[in-house]
């Protein structure tokens, strides 16, 4: 049975939670927002009642005591449909004498649908982050943070969550600097154009059995179906195996009271209307591990791959026409006259990792380098740990590389995968959990990630530069370089001027 009050909130702008006096019992975490994972196809999980955030500080603030924390805001990722700020736990970041702030927000649908009008304008989900992050700046003193000390940061969806913050009206002011793993702005599938999404709000309603006439009475509508429902339907709208993933994502609103995001992002970094602060950017060496794993999960879907390439990368990006037009180059670049198949297993992975990931955040750090003020620190996250997301993935004895998401295992205690939950990291891992946290928190602390003090970070980390983009390589032999995959870069920006295909219309 429906919460009706719920019901009535549903699609709306978040309201912020009343105050209280006394003591409010946190010792439980709140509900998950509702979701399903369609990377293992679990069931629907989560309550809409899910606005909730997680405090950690190392000690609470006593009466008499000035002194306070710099504060660290985690916005997770799962691609604006999965996920919850609960899966990542405090223990390693306390360490470095900071407080960490975790959160949920809506996902999917229930967060980023629209109807490109006053109705529902859009990205609720990003108005929900906006909120939590106003929260923590009016009232982390209590809890002995420094409000004039916040750093938000966040992996995936959340990387790029962080950086929509710095463009956003909702946000500036409220935090200092930011950090985007592996997900800027820019990603492909992290920015859609607002048409499709209002396409996709009404597939969904004619699914579920609402008359989509009139956006008023077809809002209603929706409302009135369960929230389990809804997000089921995701299922219905796959393709070929879990593609297409992007179906509701940030959009450029119409610009209204209340907006997240009035105007498209290029056009904000033009015109200098971004959040002055300080950025750090970068990918893990193998990103498209995530995809790829999947893939050669199961046999079918090499060979279908190989012999309906075209086609296939048309459903994964949602475009029936630039992709088709522009697959044989893509194909040739990365496989030449090789089939995919196991041989090539590797070939695909830098497909997928330059496609969904590399690019993107390539240009947005180029865009930042040109645009802003402020020093953005570029980096490649390239050490192989012990354990990998990749196992849960696909085959769990072999050893794909550094994927998406795997640095989060050294920074959180975290929980996604059963067996993560009490993982015991080896000599090497604890060393690179070490450096990695160590940097972030200096950022979240100065705004340089390089320690004043700490001779455990040996290596300088400098910021971009020149337009070589200068990164800082988290691995073996930790040092800087420039030009990070300048040869698959600079084809994927032939690609982008010849079809618009990765950022479509925005450069």
Not at 310 to 338: A, P, V, W
Not at 356 to 362: R, S
Request: proline residues 4%; aromatic residues 14%.
């Amino acid at each position: 049975m429906q919460n009706h009050l719920l019901v009535t909130l549903r699609f709306g702008a978040p309201i912020a939670a009343d105050s209280w006096t006394g003591y409010f019992n946190a010792s439980d975490y709140g509900s998950e927002c509702p979701q399903v994972d369609i990377l293992f196809g679990k069931p629907y999980k989560g309550r809409e009642n899910c606005l909730f955030l997680n405090v950690y500080t190392p000690q609470l603030r006593k009466d008499d005591d000035t002194s306070t924390y710099a504060v660290m805001i985690f916005i997770h990722g799962g691609g604006f449909f999965f996920g919850s700020g609960n899966l990542y736990g405090p223990d390693f970041l306390l360490d470095q004498d900071i407080v960490l702030v975790t959160f949920n927000y809506r996902l999917d649908a229930l967060g980023f649908m629209s109807t490109g009008d006053e109705v529902v304008p859009g990205n609720n989900g990003m108005k929900d982050q906006a909120l939590a992050i106003k929260w923590v700046h009016d009232n982390i003193e209590a809890f002995g943070g420094d409000p004039k000390r916040i750093t938000l940061f966040g992996e995936s969806a959340g990387g790029a969550s962080a950086q929509y913050h710095m463009l956003s009206p909702l946000s500036q002011g409220h935090f200092s600097a930011a950090i985007s793993q592996s997900g800027t702005i820019f990603n492909v599938w992290a920015f859609m154009d607002k048409s499709m999404v209002v396409g996709n709000t009404r597939r969904l309603a004619d699914h579920v059995g609402c008359a989509t006439y009139d956006n008023v009475k077809m809002v209603e509508c929706l409302r009135s179906v369960d929230a389990k429902k809804l997000m089921e339907v995701r299922f219905s709208f796959m393709k070929w195996d879990l593609d297409p993933w992007m179906l509701f994502a940030p959009i450029v609103e119409p610009n209204i009271k209340g907006a997240f995001l009035p105007d498209h992002p290029l056009n904000i970094l033009k015109e200098a209307k971004h959040a002055p602060v300080p950025w750090i950017a970068g990918v893990n060496s193998e990103e498209g591990i995530l995809r790829v794993a999947l893939i050669y999960k199961k046999e079918n879907l090499v060979k279908e791959l190989d012999e309906n390439f075209s086609e296939i990368m048309s459903i994964t990006f949602n475009d029936q026409s630039k992709i088709q037009e522009s697959s044989k180059l893509i194909r040739d670049f990365y496989f030449g006259n090789h089939k995919i198949n196991n041989n090539t297993m590797f070939n695909l992975i830098n497909m997928y990792s330059n496609m969904l990931f590399n690019y993107g955040i390539h240009v947005a750090v180029k865009m930042h380098f040109k645009y802003s003020k402020q020093p953005v620190y570029y980096y490649l996250y390239s050490h192989v740990g012990q354990h990998s997301l990749a196992n849960i993935y696909g085959d769990p004895q072999l050893r794909y590389g550094v994927s998406h998401s795997d640095e989060l295992l050294l920074q959180f205690p975290y929980s996604y995968g059963v067996q993560f939950r009490n993982a015991v990291l080896d000599r090497r891992d604890l060393h690179y959990s070490e450096l990695l946290n160590k940097m972030w928190t200096s950022f979240a602390k100065t705004g340089n990630p390089t320690p004043a003090t700490d001779s455990f970070v040996s290596t300088k980390w400098e910021p971009v530069t020149t337009e070589s983009l200068e990164y800082y390589n988290i691995g073996a032999g930790v040092h800087s370089s420039k030009n990070l995959y300048s040869a698959r870069m600079k084809f994927w920006d032939k690609m982008n001027q010849m079809r618009k295909i990765i950022l479509r219309d925005e450069l």
